[in-house]
C-alpha cells in the first residue's frame, strides 16, 4: 500500500467527500488519500424526517465506494493517532506520512455521559434519530405511541444541528395528531439552554409555538441519567443565581440526543483546544480553518472548534475555503479564503412547514432569501425535504458547491 501521500484527509462524511472532489481536479491522481473505516455514507439532515415517517431510510445512505472520487485513494481503515511533528498517522499497525492534513472525522455522540441509560436506546421507550442504527426504531416508537408523557431532550451545545432535537418534537406532535392520539399525550420539552434557540429572531416564534401547541417547556435542564425501569430522566438544573439542584421527569416516550464531543483521537490530542470555549475541539483560525499550531493541518465540519452552529450547512460553506486555503499554501502563497460562520438550520416547526434559520457568527443573519426568516414556510418544507438532498448527492459531494 502507497504510504505517503500530498494530502490525507479524515472522514469520508459531509466535508471528506466534498473536499476530496474538489482537490481531485487540482491535484494528480493518486496524491490525495481519504481514510474512513465506515462502509456507508449518510444524508443525516433526513433523518428526523425519517423518524416521523415522512422518508425512508434507505434515501440517507449510499456507499461509500460509490461516492470517493475517481483517483482519490480510499483507506478503509481508522485513525487511532496524528502524530503532528512527524507528518505522520497511525492506522492499525501502519503509518501513513502526509505533506498536508485536512481532520474532518464529526463527532462523537457520548452516550456514556447519560447515567443509567445501558442498553436501553432504542428500546423500553428511550429513540434517538440521532443515530444511524436507531432512527427506524425512533419512527417506530414515535408512530405507534398511544398516550403518556413524550419527552424531549436537548443537551449542552455544541451539537450537531441544534434545530434538530426540537424538529423532532413537533414532528411527533403533529404525527400524534395525524394518529388522533394527541389529547393522551403530553408533550414536554426539556433543555439545557435558557431559550428555544440561540439567536431571539428564531427563539421568539419558536417560543409562541411551543405554547401554541401546548408543549410544556423546561429551561436550564441538562440531561445526566436515565432511570429505565422507573421511567425517569434526571436533569441538573440551574436557577439564574447559578445554584443547581436536580430534578427528575416521568416519560413513557423520551427523544434522547447526548452531549457530544469531539472523537478521543483528537480530543485527547495536542490537536485540540486545551482550555477555554472549545476546549477539547480541534484547534483551528475559524476564518481561515488553518490548524493554530500545526501550519499544514486544517479542520473541517463538525470536530473543528469555531463558535459556529455545526451543520452540513456549515461545511457546504467550509470545504471550499479549505480548498482554496490548502492549494494557496500548496502554491506558497498566501491564504486568502475565509469563512464567516455561516450555517443553517432549517427548522421545521410541522409537517409541511419550515422555518429557515440561516446565521453566521455572532448571530449575523445571513438569509439566501428576501424573505422574513422568522416566518415557517411551505416552500422551504420543500426545500428542505427534497431539493437539498438532491443538492448534496449531486452537487456538494461532487465538489461543486
Ligand atoms: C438528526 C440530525 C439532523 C441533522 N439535520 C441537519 C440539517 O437539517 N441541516 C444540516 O445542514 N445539517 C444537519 N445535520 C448535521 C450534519 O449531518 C453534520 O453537521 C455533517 O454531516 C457534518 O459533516 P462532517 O463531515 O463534519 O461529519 P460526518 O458527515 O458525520 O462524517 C464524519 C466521517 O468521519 C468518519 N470517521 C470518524 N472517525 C474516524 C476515524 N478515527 N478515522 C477515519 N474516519 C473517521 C466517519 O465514519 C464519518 O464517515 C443533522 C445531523 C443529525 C444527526
Not at 56 to 79: E, R
Not at 140 to 169: D, R, S, W, Y
Amino acid at each position: 500500500m502507497q504510504k505517503h501521500f500530498k494530502v490525507v484527509i479524515i472522514g469520508a462524511g459531509a466535508g471528506g467527500i466534498s473536499l476530496a472532489a474538489k482537490l481531485s481536479r487540482s491535484l494528480p491522481e493518486g496524491s490525495i488519500a481519504l481514510i474512513d473505516p465506515a462502509e456507508h455514507h449518510y444524508y443525516q439532515p433526513l433523518w428526523s424526517i425519517v423518524g416521523a415517517g415522512l422518508a425512508d431510510m434507505k434515501d440517507t445512505q449510499k456507499n461509500n465506494k460509490d461516492l470517493i472520487p475517481q483517483g482519490v485513494v480510499w483507506i478503509k481503515n481508522a485513525v487511532k493517532e496524528i502524530l503532528p511533528h512527524e507528518n505522520k498517522l497511525l492506522i492499525s499497525d501502519e503509518a501513513i506520512q502526509y505533506d498536508y492534513l485536512v481532520v474532518a472525522p464529526g463527532l462523537r455522540l457520548c452516550w456514556d455521559k447519560i447515567e443509567g441509560l445501558g442498553d436501553n436506546l432504542g428500546k423500553n421507550g428511550i429513540c434517538s434519530v440521532y443515530q444511524a442504527d436507531q432512527v427506524n426504531l425512533a419512527r417506530e416508537m414515535i408512530t405507534n405511541f398511544k398516550k403518556g408523557n413524550a419527552l424531549f431532550v436537548m443537551p449542552p451545545v455544541p451539537i450537531k444541528c441544534a434545530g434538530a432535537p426540537q424538529k423532532i418534537m413537533y414532528l411527533a406532535e403533529n404525527v400524534f395528531r395525524n394518529n388522533k392520539v394527541r389529547d393522551k399525550i403530553t408533550i414536554s420539552w426539556a433543555t439545557a439552554g435558557k431559550a428555544m434557540f440561540g439567536i431571539p429572531t428564531f427563539s421568539k416564534p419558536l417560543q409562541e409555538l411551543v405554547t401554541q401547541k401546548n408543549i410544556k417547556t423546561y429551561f436550564q435542564h441538562k440531561i445526566i441519567g436515565v432511570d429505565p425501569l422507573k421511567k425517569l430522566a434526571h436533569f441538573e438544573v440551574t436557577d439564574n443565581e447559578g445554584q443547581v439542584t436536580k430534578q427528575s421527569l416521568p416519560y413513557d416516550l423520551l427523544h434522547l440526543v447526548p452531549p457530544m464531543a469531539a472523537p478521543k483521537f483528537i480530543e485527547d490530542s495536542e490537536l485540540s483546544f486545551q482550555e477555554g470555549d472549545q476546549k477539547g475541539w480541534l484547534a483551528v483560525d475559524k476564518h481561515t480553518l488553518q490548524h493554530v499550531n500545526f501550519k499544514n493541518i486544517f479542520g473541517l465540519g463538525d470536530v473543528t472548534g469555531i463558535p459556529n452552529s455545526k451543520t452540513g450547512a456549515a461545511v457546504r460553506k467550509q470545504y471550499p475555503v479549505v480548498a482554496l486555503n490548502l492549494l494557496a499554501m500548496i502554491d506558497g502563497t498566501p491564504l486568502a479564503a475565509q469563512y464567516d460562520g455561516y450555517s443553517s438550520c432549517p427548522l421545521i416547526t410541522e409537517i409541511g412547514k419550515v422555518m429557515l434559520a440561516e446565521f453566521g457568527y455572532d448571530g449575523k443573519l445571513m438569509p439566501t432569501f428576501p424573505l422574513a426568516p422568522d416566518v415557517p414556510r411551505r416552500s422551504m418544507w420543500y426545500l428542505k425535504k427534497d431539493l437539498l438532498p438532491i443538492l448534496y448527492w449531486k452537487v456538494m459531494l461532487k465538489g461543486r458547491g
